[in-house]
């Protein structure tokens, strides 16, 4: 069965940096688009970054582009983002996420914290 797990996160300072990572399974990773997520304390899920199967296109919100990078490894079917810069609103729930024969599949979420 299709599984996105995560790790890495936790807490780091205002400009700092925190990396999280995903691991996938039960599909064919090199073939698919893949997404990190966020959900702040009482806020709504939404998405920051995507990557297309290949690298080839990456795509950010507002909030975190130039700050955030995605990036993925296909031989290894990991995907990793790389967070620079943090702000405290940068705070939340961090999700792995993969659309996948008609429905999103997620991971259990990593909490990154930033505060002084």
């Known amino acids: 069965q299709v599984q996105v797990v995560e790790s890495g996160g936790g807490l780091a300072r205002p400009g700092g940096s925190l990396s999280v990572s995903c691991v996938a399974s039960g599909f064919s990773f090199k073939d698919y688009d893949m997404r990190w997520y966020r959900q702040p304390p009482g806020k709504a899920r939404e998405l920051i970054a995507d990557i297309t199967p290949t690298g080839a296109r990456t795509l950010y919100a507002n909030s975190v582009r130039g700050r955030f990078t995605i990036s993925r490894d296909n031989g290894a079917n990991t995907v990793q983002l790389q967070m620079n810069s943090l702000l405290p609103e940068d705070t939340a729930v961090y999700y792995c996420?993969?659309?996948?024969?008609?429905?999103?599949?997620w991971g259990q979420g990593t909490q990154v914290t930033v505060s002084s």
């Open positions: 996420n993969v659309y996948y024969d008609t429905r999103d599949y």
